[in-house]
């Protein structure tokens, strides 16, 4: 039996942007579940518990909750993402939004490190860092961002303000990509299946080497399921280290049409984030990027994010116990 799919796959994953224009992935929230939000923050707020401390019995979804467990079926079964809006966040100051924002994640998974600092829940903005710095993670930047997947199950993203122009989200189904590959260049689909270096733009913990190795593709066949973990620039990047295998012209050919494929408008979808959108993606079957922006110039008017990554409350069988613990914390973050 082969390591992995010679046929094209055809599974809910495996969609096409060009062809997802009834936003049927949009789920607005009602008034009864934002009423149920407000309660769960306010009693969760009560508590005195700092955010890592707190768990989903602190966050009660009696209205919400039901919608919550859908969600987590079509991220795991269905197209792998969805978008929901309507969190009025002119509402609460930063911290009940944190608090809002976390608790509704509970419900999805356990929050995990996003970064050798530890940090649980993640700003995506410009904080005027060098993006030439490769100890310097791009979203803190207003640079575009390629398209690649983060160490979690899944990834989820609040708008609390968008930018003044661009900043424009974008996915692709990764299962289409594999399908765009293997109907393009077959003879560049073993690769997939090997390691590639990946840099760990210095947040190694001591005596680790300064890159990891992981194949790009991940085959669970019992379950019929394509697993995918690709940062191109990461993959470039680890070039700089001596001891990091070399990339061969084979390679470099396949991350070229990863970014090909994933960079046509006929395949990717784009999302215009609102104040009080989340875009909750599957890491393991979505890629995502981002469009350069141009910021306000006034501090509080500027773009800002939240961001978490979540292990599944329900395991995904496609996931990678190592990817989906998140980064591991440096032993000085977590002491």
């Given at each position: 039996m082969s390591g992995y799919p010679t046929e094209l796959l055809r599974v809910p994953a495996a969609w096409v942007g060009s062809e997802l224009a009834d936003r049927d992935w949009v789920r607005p929230l009602e008034k009864p579940e934002l009423d149920d939000l407000e309660r769960a923050t306010r009693l969760a707020r009560a508590s005195g518990k700092p955010l890592r401390a707190l768990t989903r019995d602190d966050f009660p979804l009696p209205v919400l909750g039901p919608a919550v467990d859908g969600w987590l079926r079509e991220l795991d079964r269905g197209r792998g993402f969805l978008l929901v809006r309507g969190i009025p966040v002119e509402r609460y100051d930063e911290d009940e939004l944190a608090t809002l924002y976390y608790g509704l994640g509970l419900h999805l998974g356990t929050a995990v490190s996003?970064?050798?600092?530890?940090?649980?829940?993640?700003?995506?903005?410009?904080?005027?860092?060098?993006?030439k710095n490769p100890a310097v993670r791009l979203y803190k930047t207003r640079e575009p961002l390629g398209f690649h997947c983060d160490g979690s199950d899944i990834v989820g993203l609040l708008c609390v303000r968008p930018a003044r122009s661009g900043g424009t989200?974008?996915?692709?189904?990764?299962?289409?990509?594999?399908n765009e590959v293997l109907r393009r260049r077959p003879d560049l689909v073993p690769l997939l299946f090997e390691p590639f270096a990946f840099d760990r733009n210095e947040e190694q913990r001591p005596g680790e080497p300064p890159f990891f190795q992981l194949p790009l593709c991940h085959w669970h066949a019992k379950e019929g399921r394509l697993r995918t973990f690709y940062i191109g620039w990461y993959i470039?990047?680890?070039?700089?280290?001596?001891?990091?295998?070399?990339?061969?012209?084979?390679?470099?050919?396949?991350?070229?049409?990863?970014?090909?494929i994933a960079e046509d408008p006929a395949y990717h979808l784009d999302m215009d984030f609102r104040p009080g959108d989340i875009q909750w993606l599957k890491n393991a079957v979505i890629l995502?990027?981002?469009?350069?922006?141009?910021?306000?110039?006034?501090p509080a008017r500027r773009r800002h994010l939240l961001r978490l990554w979540l292990t599944a409350r329900t395991p995904f069988a496609d996931g990678d116990a190592v990817l989906r613990s998140g980064i591991p914390p440096r032993e000085e973050a977590t002491a």
């Open positions: 996003q970064n050798a600092a530890g940090d649980l829940l993640g700003h995506v903005r410009d904080t005027g860092a060098d993006p989200s974008r996915i692709v189904s990764s299962v289409t990509v594999y470039r990047g680890a070039q700089r280290h001596p001891h990091a295998p070399r990339l061969t012209s084979a390679q470099h050919e396949l991350l070229d049409l990863i970014d090909a995502h990027a981002r469009t350069v922006y141009e910021d306000h110039p006034e």
